[in-house]
């Protein structure tokens, strides 16, 4: 079975610190993805990536920076968190623009 | 399990009935649309596709109808089940470029 899997479900962290969320696709994708998921706003997209070592801005890029050192993983690093940040992190993956993508399992990340 | 969206509009259907689910697109040039359905505390999963091509497929007891006219995609789900509460959004892919999701709609299947 195909899958995106995120390092963590649940994390809480204080605010200031630096937040690693990580994200690994065991299908060869190309594209990745990482979007934010907030009540009644939806999935927004923060950064994706296009193949290794390319990162695009998404729509909501101020105050996340990502890395793709490898093909499989993706990673969302918050560099100095704060409350507003609070949220629903999904990544996802896709082979191209002429598929649909997978997603992870998302997480649930409170700063406090 | 966490809310995915507290001011989603809202379906409810009885068990054994069928659903209707609607998303209007916004751009023309899209000539690729999923569904996905979200339940409590999980990722999105893929449901079904349909591409610009076509204005219907169908799965296992799923439908979707799509109509370029007035930019609008229909999911149909047959004899609903409990296991079909969840959150359902569509995406739309203009021409290849990354999906436009949809705000979503929460399916509340009574008993």
């Known amino acids: 079975d195909v899958k995106v899997t995120q390092s963590s479900r649940y994390l809480v962290k204080r605010t200031g610190e630096k937040v690693f969320l990580e994200c690994v696709q065991d299908m060869d994708h190309e594209n990745m993805f990482w979007y934010r998921q907030d009540p009644g706003l939806g999935l927004r997209l923060i950064y994706f990536s296009y193949d290794v070592k390319m990162k695009e801005k998404g729509d909501i890029p101020e105050g996340y920076s990502v890395s793709r050192e490898k093909k499989e993983r993706f990673s969302l690093i918050l560099e100095s968190a704060s409350t507003n940040q609070t949220s629903m992190y999904l990544c996802a993956s896709s082979f191209t623009g002429l598929y649909g993508y997978t997603f992870g399992s998302g997480t649930r990340l409170t700063v406090v | ?111």
Not at chain 2, 3 to 15: A, D, K
Not at chain 2, 36 to 63: A, C, H, L, W
């Open chain 2, 1 to 111: 399990g966490e809310s995915v969206g507290l001011h989603l509009p809202t379906l409810s259907v009885q068990e054994g009935d069928n659903s209707i689910i609607n998303c209007a697109y916004s751009n023309s040039a899209s000539d690729y649309f999923i569904w996905y359905k979200q339940e409590s505390g999980k990722g999105p999963q893929f449901i079904i596709d349909i591409r610009s091509n076509m204005d219907k497929r169908q799965g296992q007891r799923v439908t979707v109808l799509l109509n370029k006219t007035v930019k609008h995609l229909s999911l149909q789900i047959a004899a609903t089940q409990p296991g079909d509460s969840a959150v359902y959004f569509c995406a739309e892919n203009p021409a290849g470029q990354n999906f436009v999701f949809g705000p979503g709609t929460r399916l509340s299947v009574l008993p």
